[in-house]
């Protein structure tokens, strides 16, 4: 166990005193935040102003902050497995295997470090949400909401933590890598339905949207963090139209008729996580074998 401590304060030193690893994780989050802050805010306030009201601003607001909540626990998990990418590239990987450690003490220093890193930075995103919306004429989250996004948010990054893990054990080559983190990191705000509301994609494309897992994560939040502003927006609103308001925007999931519960979102983030820890606990087996 000590070994695993140790394997994880490294990996944590490593990520925290490399600036750049930081920013870059981060990097997917600001692109966001900025195109929402000087192209999209504005517009989708505007058409929802007649239907939401004075509310237009909070909700979008909350609802875009929710997206990125989801992002950056694929983003910074990707940057932190970074440092497992640089030890194959320098061989440290084969001086640590070499000394007294278990390839299984190795992974699980990695993957740890990675979950703790994806839930710090989730949090910083969380406190940046949080000011974004209030600075705009939102509420802060209550303490109960709070605990429950926390909740998905640790859901959130062990799905994230387990798919990146994954994809990580294929790649020996820092520019491969680099390649994989520019093409996730363009892709992921698309999968995620921050840039366009889902309702608004043709059905296939929506298709792929609900079945990608952290898109579960994404509902979830959006569940949690617009449930203040749409109670007072459809306070006297029939229940059709809060219906239709929140499939179309990805607040809640529908299959055919059949809606999503937050139930089977959850459901989907552990299956996620465990299916894809498993599987890259066998591809390092097969390689090891190799």
């Known amino acids: 166990m000590t070994v695993i401590v140790n394997l994880i304060k490294r ?36 058409n929802f102003k007649d239907l939401l009201g004075d509310n237009s601003r909070f909700i979008v607001n909350s609802w875009v902050m929710a997206g990125i909540l989801s992002v950056t626990s694929i983003t910074t998990t990707l940057g932190a497995f970074g440092i497992m990418v640089e030890d194959k590239v320098k061989n440290i990987s084969k001086d640590f295997l070499s000394a007294p450690f278990k390839r299984s003490q190795l992974a699980a220093g ?16 969380l406190i940046i949400a949080e000011i974004y919306i209030v600075a ?20 959130s990054v062990f799905a994230g933590t387990s798919m990146v893990f994954f994809i990580v054990t ?24 921050i840039y366009i509301p889902i309702g608004q994609f043709p059905s296939a494309v929506q298709t792929v949207i609900k079945i990608f897992p952290i898109s579960h994560a994404s509902a979830l939040f959006r569940q949690i963090m617009m449930e203040a502003p749409m109670s007072r ?28 519960s937050p139930f089977i979102n959850i459901l ?22 190799q």
Do not use: Q, W
């Not at 990695?110 to 995103?125: K, L, P, Q, T």
């Not at 705009?136 to 859901?155: H, I, Y």
């Not at 927006?233 to 999503?260: H, I, L, S, W, Y």
């Open 136 to 155: 705009n004429g939102g509420d802060l989250l209550g303490f109960m909401p709070l605990l429950k996004l926390l909740g998905a948010m640790l859901l």
């Open 110 to 125: 990695y993957v740890i470090s990675s979950f703790i890193i994806g839930v710090i930075m989730s949090i910083a995103s």
């Open 11 to 46: 990996n944590l030193k490593l990520f925290f005193r490399d600036k750049a690893s930081v920013f870059f994780s981060f990097l997917a989050v600001f692109i966001i935040i900025g195109l929402y802050v000087l192209f999209l805010g504005n517009m989708m306030t505007n």
């Open 170 to 193: 294929f790649f020996r080559s820092s520019n491969a890598f680099a390649t994989v983190s520019t093409v996730i990191g363009t892709l992921i705000g698309f999968l995620t339905g």
């Open 268 to 289: 989907v983030l552990i299956i996620t996580g465990v299916v894809f820890l498993l599987l890259a606990i066998s591809s390092m087996s097969v390689k090891k074998k």
């Open 233 to 260: 927006a459809f306070a006297n609103a029939p229940a059709e139209a809060v219906t239709g308001f929140e499939k179309m925007m990805g607040v809640t999931f529908f299959f055919g008729d059949k809606e999503v």
